[in-house]
């Protein structure tokens, strides 16, 4: 399974959070520990420095709605790297289970359906990853051509020295490039792999489903595992939910706040502005990032709906005391969905995703007439 996480993990391995297993040798451990402080460190210095520039130096709306919106995405990316580094052995451990008994396919039906879902997590890697880069290259890009020979900065940030001098003027552009890839491939390869374990959940309900409708065929079915396999996936579901609860309520609470500060800097910016497209692309990312998160915690909610449907339509009629009450088991635990949730709070859903724009529309109604007023 690691193997159709991978792109997932190589994205990780770059950012400083995910050591390869192959790198054993102490020399290596040492190299990528290295690695992984000096990730940790440019991206929260960057953060750091978008924090105090809001706080100590802005003093009109247009700046600060200007670096609260990437202050924001860095405070988010800062978060995941420190959910993967703390959770390492958890995630290793739930990819770990997906490869072993009573998830690993048992005949080649099975191994379809899974391989049905691999597909699908390998093309959200994919564009995903293909989107953030866009969005990377479309803010560089004109900064380079533009920003660089006026010596200005890519972001408005405080730093602890003036960079009039030529050399530290492009230590402190070099800064802001890196970190910005950085915060944009750590939070890409977050974004991946937590999806895929969801996707991978759900691959493993229709994989349910795939076996109650071949117990049912059997003389003598027996529904005993299939019970301990539903249990197994509300263990499996609630670890996920569990681990990444923290990070799921900082990133809908940062995605809101970010497509609402960003609309406004987009809708305050002429189309033939440089810093147009890069308010555009930021945006696509932001809220096709909210709509993932969105989209398959809906998926997880409904193939577990979907249990409880397709022990309906079994011939349960003919089958002993015994076998059905194994069925009204896995029915009463199907009325509860598996969820994702943001804190056990906010489910993590289509109407969820509605509600973000409609509140960061709100807000940014409320921004533009502050500035009109």
Not at 112 to 138: M, N, P
Not at 208 to 235: M, N, Q, S
Not at 366 to 373: F, I, N, S
Request: aromatic share 12%; net charge positive; hydrophobic share 45%.
């Amino acid at each position: 399974m690691r193997s159709i996480l991978r792109p997932a993990f190589n994205i990780l391995t770059c950012c400083g959070c995910w050591r390869p297993s192959k790198w054993s040798t102490m020399n290596k451990r040492i190299l990528y520990s290295l690695h992984m402080v000096f990730m940790f460190l440019l991206l929260h210095s960057f953060c750091a420095s978008q924090f105090l520039y809001a706080i100590l130096v802005v003093k009109t709306a247009d700046e600060f709605s200007d670096t609260i919106y990437m202050f924001f995405s860095t405070f988010m990316a800062c978060c995941k790297i420190v959910t993967v580094l703390v959770n390492h052995q958890d995630i290793e451990t739930m990819t770990r289970m997906l490869e072993e008994k009573p998830c690993k396919p048992m005949n080649a039906a099975e191994a379809t359906i899974q391989k049905e879902f691999d597909k699908r997590i390998g093309t959200i890697s994919i564009y995903y990853t293909i989107l953030v880069e866009i969005a990377v290259i479309s803010i560089t890009l004109p900064s380079l051509l533009i920003d660089l020979p006026k010596r200005k900065l890519l972001y408005r940030a405080w730093l602890p020295f003036t960079y009039h001098n030529r050399s530290l003027y492009f230590v402190a552009y070099v800064h802001q490039v890196v970190a910005l890839a950085g915060l944009a491939s750590m939070n890409a390869g977050c974004d991946v792999l937590v999806i895929g374990l969801c996707v991978h959940a759900c691959s493993q309900q229709e994989i349910l489903k795939h076996r109650l409708k071949d117990a049912i065929r059997k003389r003598r079915p027996e529904f005993g595992e299939l019970v301990r396999f539903h249990d197994y996936l509300y263990g499996y579901t609630l670890m996920i939910q569990e681990k990444f609860k923290v990070m799921l309520g900082i990133q809908l609470a940062s995605s809101t706040l970010v497509v609402c500060f960003n609309l406004y800097q987009m809708t305050n910016t002429p189309i033939m502005d440089p810093k147009y497209l890069e308010y555009v692309t930021f945006m696509a990312c932001m809220t096709t990032q909210s709509f993932i998160y969105c989209w398959y915690g809906n998926e997880l909610k409904l193939k577990s709906v979907e249990i409880v449907e397709a022990i309906f339509h079994l011939d349960w009629m003919f089958l002993d005391q015994r076998s059905k009450k194994d069925l009204l088991i896995i029915m009463a635990r199907a009325i509860n969905p598996f969820e994702l949730t943001c804190a056990y709070v906010v489910t993590m859903n289509v109407d969820t995703f509605v509600a973000i724009l409609k509140l960061s529309y709100s807000t940014y109604n409320l921004l533009q007439r502050t500035k009109e007023a």
